[in-house]
């Protein structure tokens, strides 16, 4: 077999054509699957962190709204209120949080706070310093907090992982200047004022 028989069948193979889509179908098949895939993934995981937003914002804005105590039912019915319009597929933690602002000392602390779902509840000393987290107010003005935590698996994995998902929403009192708990026993709206010493005779005079 001469040279030029041995070039002349490698330009043959070169420019036929035959089974090109087939084998084009066969490499971007795959790709295009995997790219749907990815979109869908990417979408329902975006979705899913919109709603808990959406969800946790209406949380919010019902306990704002309240001009009446509020008690564990309550507590109880915004962690399912919250299950159902984020549609988890776990148990979601819910933590709502009544704090007050020192103007003077520029300082929050904590006047009643409770939790759904595993969160802890927080404390004067956790809140203190969340000037970068939280507006501004007047002296002893009040504010509703509302933290959400969740995790979601998405359906295909794509590298996404399982993701956690936590928000965070505050609003001020809409009709009434305080947000009260009561526990059954007791009513909280405001911190406890301390009592003044008792002043001797000479101080009275």
């Not at 507590?75 to 933590?95: A, K, Q």
Request: charged content about 20%.
């Amino acid at each position: 077999m001469n040279v030029r028989l041995i070039l002349r069948k490698f330009r043959n193979f070169r420019d036929d054509q035959k089974g090109v889509i087939a084998i084009e179908t066969v490499i971007m098949i795959p790709i295009l699957i995997w790219g749907y895939i990815a979109m869908f993934t990417m979408f329902d995981t975006y979705r899913q962190y919109t709603t808990q937003q959406k969800a946790a914002y209406t949380i919010s804005d019902l306990i704002s709204r309240q001009v009446t105590p509020l008690d564990a039912d309550f507590i109880d019915g915004s962690h399912e209120l919250f299950m159902e319009l984020s549609r988890s597929d776990v148990v979601p933690g819910v933590r709502v949080t009544v704090v007050k602002y020192d103007f003077i000392n520029s300082e929050y602390a904590v006047i009643w706070s409770r939790t759904r779902g595993g969160m802890i509840g927080l404390q004067s000393q956790d809140v203190a310093e969340w000037t970068d987290r939280l507006p501004v107010l007047a002296q002893d003005d009040q504010i509703v907090i509302v933290e959400t935590r969740s995790t979601f698996t998405p359906v295909f994995n794509i590298g996404l992982g399982v993701r956690n998902i936590g928000n965070f929403v505050f609003t001020r009192p809409r009709y009434a200047t305080q947000v009260c708990y009561f526990d059954g026993f007791d009513e909280t709206c405001d911190l406890p004022t301390a009592v003044p010493p008792e002043a001797n005779d000479n101080e009275q005079a």
